[in-house]
């Protein structure tokens, strides 16, 4: 009973630690593409993903990560978005984050209505669960 209580309390501790050590470590991981989808409910209203994606208020975002901006044909983008776009932007994990820091600071005059998400372990999960869908 002892030890048992003892075992207990040391994985305790080593669980401790180990959520403690976390936020550090997170800052340059990966976000966590299960948690992403839950943020993508915040995208849903207006991005579709998945083999039966169709554009809604926003373009489809199947192989997002690596796409270059303003390229999906059938979309009406912004002529903000396309500007950006004869820029050369590219979508990369980095530029996504961007946007989704702040979408009318990163793009003025864009047509994306989001205020944007502030936490950036928000970003980096979404952008992780985005990441899991691949061009059609
Ligand atoms: C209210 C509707 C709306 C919401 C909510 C929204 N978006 Fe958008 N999004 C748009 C529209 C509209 C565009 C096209 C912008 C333009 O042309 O200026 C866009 C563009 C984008 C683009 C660039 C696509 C391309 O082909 O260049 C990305 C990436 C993106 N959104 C990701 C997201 C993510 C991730 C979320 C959720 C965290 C989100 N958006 C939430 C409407 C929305």
Do not use: Q
Not at 32 to 58: I, L, Q, R
């Amino acid at each position: 009973m002892g030890m048992r209580a003892g075992t207990t309390f040391t994985a305790a501790l080593a669980v401790a630690a180990a959520s403690l050590a976390t936020p550090a470590a997170r800052a340059d991981a990966a976000g966590d593409a299960a948690k992403g989808e839950k943020v993508f409910k915040k995208c849903a209203a207006c991005h579709a993903v998945g083999a039966d994606a169709k554009n809604k208020v926003g373009p489809v975002l199947n192989g997002i990560v690596g796409r270059p901006a303003a390229s999906i044909a059938d979309f009406a983008y912004s002529d903000a978005m396309k500007a950006k776009a004869a820029e050369g932007l590219v979508w990369t994990e980095e530029e996504i984050g961007h946007l989704l820091e702040n979408p009318k600071g990163y793009v003025p005059g864009t047509k994306m209505s989001f205020a944007g998400l502030r936490k950036e372990e928000e970003r980096a999960d979404v952008i992780a669960y985005l990441a899991t869908f691949a061009a059609p």
